[in-house]
Nanobody
Framework: QVQLVESGGGLVQAGGSLRLSCAASGSYDFLNYIGWFRQAPGTQRELVALINRFGRTSYGDFVEGRFTVSRDNTNNTVALQMNDLKIEDTAVYYC????????WGQGTQVTVSS
């Protein structure tokens, strides 16, 4: 089993920044890949960023260099630094573990206003 706890969401103006954090614990095998997904109302959940314990990363095409995912393996904490936020980044952001993603956090709301 894996437990994922997200924090750091909130309201920000367009062009601003937010930093999300995910504290992961549980089965070592499932914690190799930890990712961030997001889901806006009426849309499918989509990959934002993914990182493995060796630091290899992958990003959704829409990120376009604005977001950076990082990881602290000593405590399995994964951060998502989001800069130059756009209104279309508004969504619930979920932390995930495993690949394909199998475990999910409860989600944290990110709202970007004009």
């Amino acid at each position: 089993q894996v437990q994922l706890v997200e924090s750091g969401g909130g309201l920000v103006q367009a062009g601003g920044s937010l930093r999300l954090s995910c504290a992961a614990s549980g089965s070592y095998d499932f914690l190799n890949y930890i990712g961030w997904f997001r889901q806006a109302p009426g849309t499918q959940r989509e990959l934002v960023a993914l990182i493995n314990r060796f630091g290899r990363t992958s990003y959704g095409d829409f990120v376009e260099g604005r977001f950076t995912v990082s990881r602290d393996n000593t405590n399995n904490t994964v951060a998502l630094q989001m800069n130059d936020l756009k209104i279309e980044d508004t969504a619930v952001y979920y932390c995930s573990a495993g690949w394909p993603a199998f475990f999910w956090g409860q989600g944290t709301q990110v709202t970007v206003s004009s």
